[in-house]
């Protein structure tokens, strides 16, 4: 039987990524031709930016090289656009003259840069941003040129003139509009965004009309409506697309702004059919990727004999590939026909978010700054999920358990249907069957079988999700490694370190017959800890496999620069620690002092070279603010000021966290005192919690107000301070013996059972053995991190100094 | 544009594993011992978000960037998959157990 004939027409990635679909369905149903006007094999446009900003390179970007062609036996007529198209015969004539028949033909022709129609539009030097020519183009000028405009302060305007930026140009952008995106922000975000990029470099011209390009060969500068002129040696055009529909037209199909499809991708003609950029469905021409990928499946489906349902039109999003300047755009964002908005601002860390809402139902979604809620936020708009019962608070703020949020954000709870990588088009089904058909234990590997994350990379954080799913069942039956580098499991490697009297993370990767030698962020701090629990006398604590925090004692920050936030026992301070914390913030000019949320003053910038220094003239002790260790404990005023309180519980808390302070355990540890039942230090969502009650102390445990809030259970009732700083005491240590690194004490807790923890704790045989194993790990090693260093000259060098050559 | 050796530091004073912060002029540099003692300089400077590489846990021939945990070879500057990019390298030279970087 003779295999009918497909040509695409258009060797992007619409096109490319519907055939293969059809290969994944049928490989066998037809021969196939594509037809490709550039001369490169099938790329990743949207890495383009990448390209220019020097994050990728050309090789790096192409989705499938000559080599894919050949095996799939399809026939590439390269760099030869099509000229004709002759609907009746099915035949297609190129440019070079060849004529290819065809039974089924696929229009995926994309669209060309708008080239403003103004004086000088032609002249050497104005260029559009599309392709890898153009990309080759622009980088080649900034070799030999300096000014650079770029008219349109859109997406693409956006990242080519942060990569012309990072050529080290002087780039301005002109834009027409009062703000930047002025289609996918709103004028607050657009606003901030700006601010961004000019600390990154770049320069604005606003509300500026360009009415010529100035030069008579190449460009020399644009002149705008109010007689302003601008030099440039460069331009770059990137005030829109438009579709390519030249063929399509020449052939006489429906063609509005695009080529005129139904829901099944089917032009006017039988039988020929458009995907991408080039296509119009509904009215409606989509210049992102997700659209293309959907449409395509579509396609692939109709073009194969598979049921399929028909194509509904595209909810898409945008953010932006430039670094620092994080922002999240979907749906319909003006207040317009009965949407009505909410919105936060953060000054301080300047993250902005604003929810359009109509009918209950979020419909809009601006998010600059902080963007780690994009994905809760898609999916409500996505599911048009009723949010009647959420008030605005609860819907603003991360998680918390109230909302659909947590459900929405739950990416196992999605449909196999939905797409977890918008930049491939790789949905949750798809990588799913990868996980468990190839058995793949990474994103990495997920990334290499199903393109998935291989982009942007902002779906990597789902991956992860759906791997944990997967393989978290398999867990029940065969022990999952504690990382990529073993098999082995938390437990396992513990027993084998206490047999086997292991001492040093490389004794245990070489002795427990690690994949990698040197081991991995994720098992070199866990081994380390331990390695501390296990052997506290005999194992010397490794700085090299601790994370950078617990290095420096202090925490690394977004932007690179570190944190000191000094002890405050209970939450006391004094007027000379006021004023002491106030003369260092002014002499090193830290650029916050914040108050944390726990009760203590925390300078944040800081230089590393600083810290000792700073450390010195501070004169307190380190809060352990970046550690996997006990942090602090927060109380209320209690007794001392309170007229409800009942117990000292400033007091006590000081004692507790003088006992307790530089313990490391699995997780952070944080402790509260209440002095009534009020619970104003909020003891119910500590790790450890205590609430005076008139004849003594309520003790809570397992508590957590972090990522997944948890309410504290009540472990029993005691008398005395004595008695809580016991239970304390066995408590952490109980919690750092058969803790997994990294696990906070709510899933501990879950994990051991309550009732088993429960009747360790309060047997008191057991609690004094816990006690005296706790004595021993911490003897000789309490001691005040900050100190340590400034008493030695040789680690300030080691670790804090940097050298200027 | 010709470039200068820059003296970094005694070759004991570099501990294996944990980077070493370089400032020569605009250049950020991160040097680094390997556990087999050769050494090994970069941009101190991550491709995703600018983390300092200097402070990155160090294994075998690579460094993870402290921030996002980007996996990247010490030897060629290479971002290993699943990630994308290059980071500078910079020649090292080791002279009477003297650490020079080549800017």
Known sequence: MTREKLLLIGNGMAGVRTIEEILDRDAERYDITIIGEENYTNYNRIMLSNVLQNKNTIEEIITNPASWYAEQKIELVHHDPAVSLNTGARKVRTQSGKEIGFDKCILATGSRSFILP???????????????????????????????????????????????????????????????????????????????????????????????????????????????????????????IRPETALARQAGLAVNRGIVVNDWMETSAQGIYAVGECAEHQGKVYGLVAPLFEQGKVLADVLTGRETAPYGGSTTYTSLKVSGCDLFSAGEIKEVGGVKSIEAYDGLTNSYKKLFIKDNQVVGIVLYGDTSEENRYFKLLKQKQDISALTSVSLLPAGGGCCGGSAADD???????????????????????????????????????????????????????LLTYVLGDRVATAPTGICGCTDLSRDEIVLQIHEKGLTTTDEVYEQLGFRNREGCPKCRPAINFYLNVAFPKEHGDEPASRFVNERLHANIQNNGTFSVIPRMRGGQTTPQQLMQIARVAEKYEVPLVKVTGSQRIGLYGVKKEDLPNMWEELDMTSASAYAKAVRSVKTCVGAAFCRFGTQD????????????????????????????????????????????????????????????????????????????????????????????????????????????????????????????????????????????????????????????? | MPKTKVYVARQEELLPRIGYSVVCGERKIAVFRLSDGRIKALENISPYRQGPLAEGTVSGEYVYCPLYDWKISLLDGQVQEPDHGTVATFETLLEDGKVYVWI
């Open chain 1, 118 to 240: 103004v004086e000088g539009s032609s002249l050497e030097g104005v260029l559009g941003f599309r392709t890898i020519d153009d990309t080759l183009s622009m980088l080649e000028t900034a070799k030999s040129y300096r000014k650079a405009a770029v008219i349109g302060g859109g997406l693409l305007g956006l990242e080519a003139a942060k990569g012309l930026v990072d050529q080290g140009m002087d780039v301005t952008v002109v834009h027409l509009e009062k703000w930047l995106m002025e289609t996918q922000l709103n004028e607050m975000a657009g606003k901030l965004l700006k601010a961004d990029l000019e600390q990154q470099g770049l320069k604005f011209l606003m509300e500026k009309k360009t009415s010529r390009i100035l030069g008579d060969t190449r460009v020399t500068g644009l002149e705008f409506s109010d007689g302003s002129i601008l030099e440039a040696d460069m331009v770059i055009m990137t005030v829109g």
């Open chain 1, 411 to 465: 990416v196992t709870q999605w449909a196999d249907d939905e797409t977890i990588c918008g930049c491939n088009g790789v949905t949750k089904g798809t990588i799913l069957q990868a996980i468990r058909g190839k058995d793949l234990k990474s994103v990495a590997e997920v990334t290499k079988a199903t393109k998935a994350g291989g982009s942007c990379g902002k779906c990597k954080g789902m991956i992860g999700d």
């Open chain 1, 649 to 805: 519980s400033m007091g006590l808390g000081i004692k507790l966290e003088e006992r307790y302070e530089f313990i490391d355990t699995p997780h952070k540890f944080k402790m509260g005192v209440s002095a009534c039942p009020r619970s104003c230090a909020e003891t119910g969502v500590k790790d450890f919690g205590v609430i005076g009650v008139e004849n003594g102390f309520q003790i809570y445990i397992g508590g957590n107000g972090g990522t997944e809030v948890q309410e504290g259970q009540l472990l029993t009732t005691v008398e005395t301070e004595q008695e809580v700083i016991d239970i304390c005491g066995a408590f952490l240590q109980y919690y750092r013996e058969t803790g997994i690194y990294a696990e906070r004490t709510a899933p501990w807790l879950k994990r051991m059972g309550f009732d088993h923890v429960k009747k360790i704790l309060l047997s008191a045989e057991q609690r004094a053995e816990l006690l005296k194993r706790l004595d021993e790990a911490v003897e000789g090693k309490r001691r005040n991190p900050w100190q340590q260093v400034v008493e030695d000259p040789k680690l300030q060098k080691d670790l804090y100094a940097v050298v200027r050559g």
